[in-house]
């Protein structure tokens, strides 16, 4: 890939991503600590694959764009295809205590914001 269409990926998806995470770095830490957010997502007994990825957020939410590597534009993007695919799986009815949520929240996306 050329050099100019890495750098308009890397702005696109760093757009998306903005768009996507609608929670703030400190709002996303305060979450992750609660046992709501511990109780939800996929995991091998362990730490939820969704936990753990909300922690690598906070991570880029501090990250300077300019210090971003490959490795972050790519978890960036599987936020962002993670967050649209499960926005169109949204139940009916009140959202503010369900699953659904708060897997979403994980992932730095709450739905009624």
Do not use: C
């Amino acid at each position: 890939m050329a050099a100019k269409e890495r750098g308009h990926d890397r702005d696109d998806t760093q757009k998306a991503f903005s768009e996507a995470v609608n929670m703030t770095a400190g709002e996303l830490e305060r979450w992750l600590d609660t046992d709501e957010s511990k109780s939800v997502g996929q995991s091998d007994g362990g730490e939820s694959v969704g936990h753990a990825s909300g922690r690598r957020i906070v991570e880029l939410l501090h990250t300077r764009k300019a210090d971003l590597g490959e490795e972050d534009i790519a978890h960036m993007r599987k936020v962002v295809g993670y967050v649209h695919r499960h926005i169109k799986q949204r139940p009916s009815g009140d959202v503010t205590d369900t699953r659904w949520r708060y897997s979403l929240m994980n992932w730095g996306h709450d739905p009624l914001k």
